[in-house]
């Protein structure tokens, strides 16, 4: 007799945690944070209950565009170390769910950040899924090694957006600090293919590591982070920055510079030795880096009414 | 072998369902709250389009 049990389907059925991992949690949260500021660094006050509403919408659409990403990359996230244990390749969540929670999950998402905020919010709201989702993962990731750099506008436009809902408008401002995710998307990536050596290899992506190189790829992280650097700096002589943000941009501009010439200065031989020591070290900083440039702003932002933030 | 009315299985499904059926609650709350904080924010007196009109004379007096 069949135990009702004894069937896959039943065994591995998936729970609520299992839908949430689709919605990349993580990037999540980096995509609330980077909403939070752009929208509290803008000039114009939004009603709590207002911002509260649309943040939630956007990390909605965020995880949303995160699920499509798990549906498409199916077969070679089951490839990498790394991703292996996601939701789709670990067996616990059919391909067709997360396409159809994605699918769900943007079109709402979208309609509620236009009822919340308005229009133009949820028109770039849309057209970061559809970058994310379509430009990023179906047609760049495993076409071009310039993925990581076309793809890092997906997860640049959120201060974007956040300026959007409270000002109904673009800025200079706003896209100082897309710029600034932008331009530290590569350098930070470039150095995770780096220690993570055969995943892109197994998984046939072709980062950069794969098709030009590991010295290429190190002479590309010190080009990107010492134009990241200048761009980092010169944003705190705009409108959003201030004594702090200058601060905070030039100290952690100097150890990232650091580190980034460091990586370059090394061979596979002498990282393998330390087995990839400068270049985790260079990871985790760059981890810091974009949070503590987007609080130093926040900071900044907060501190204005009371006569200290801003120049 | 019977089957039992209540199964393991049938737990843990309870378990997503109220976590689904409070997410929904969650946003009709939501709806709710957004609908009166817009409703109130908004002067209905002016029409749409225009401009905020200027202080009255005996409100800055």
């Known amino acids: ?311 | 072998m019977g089957i039992r009315a209540e199964h393991e299985i049938h737990g843990r499904r309870k378990g997503r369902n109220i976590g689904v059926g409070l997410m929904l609650g969650g946003f009709v709350l939501l709806v709710m709250v957004l609908t009166f904080v817009k409703i109130t924010d908004t002067d209905f007196t002016r029409a749409p389009g225009t401009a905020n009109p200027a202080p009255s004379a005996e409100a800055t007096d």
């Open chain 1, 1 to 311: 007799m069949t135990d009702i049990t004894n069937t896959p389907a039943v065994t591995n059925e998936a729970q609520l945690g299992d839908y949430f991992a689709l919605m990349k949690p993580r990037v999540m949260q980096l995509v609330v944070f980077t909403v939070l500021v752009g929208m509290l660094a803008a000039p114009t006050s939004v009603h709590p209950v207002v911002g509260f509403a649309a943040i939630l919408f956007v990390a909605i659409g965020a995880g949303a565009s995160g699920a499509l990403n798990m549906w498409w990359d199916a077969d070679i996230d089951a490839v990498m170390r790394r991703t292996s244990k996601r939701p789709i390749p670990a067996g616990k969540v059919e391909p067709g769910e997360a396409l159809a929670l994605g699918v769900a999950l943007s079109g709402l998402s979208v309609m509620m950040l236009g009822l919340a905020a308005n229009l133009l919010a949820a028109a770039m709201l849309a057209f970061t899924i559809f970058f994310y989702a379509v430009i990023y993962s179906m047609w760049l990731k495993r076409a071009t090694p310039q993925n990581i750099v076309i793809g890092g506008a997906a997860g640049a436009f959120p201060p974007v957006i956040g300026w959007i809902i409270a000002t109904g408008s673009f800025s200079v401002e706003a896209w100082l600090m897309f710029t600034l995710i932008f331009m530290w998307t590569p350098p930070h990536f470039w150095a995770l293919a780096l220690f993570m050596r055969s995943d892109y290899d197994d998984a046939e992506v072709p980062m950069l590591t794969v098709t030009h190189g590991r010295p290429s790829t190190r002479r590309h992280i010190l080009a990107y982070t010492v134009l990241l650097a200048i761009l980092a700096v010169g944003t705190g002589f705009s409108a959003i920055g201030g004594y702090i943000y200058l601060s905070v941009a030039v100290i952690l501009n100097v150890f990232f510079l650091m580190g980034a010439y460091r990586i370059w200065q090394r061979d596979e031989v002498m990282a393998e030795v330390d087995n990839y020591l400068a270049e985790r070290k260079f990871f985790r900083l760059s981890l810091y880096y974009l949070f503590l440039h987007f609080g130093a702003i926040l900071l900044e932002a907060t501190l204005r009414p009371w006569g200290l933030g801003g120049w």
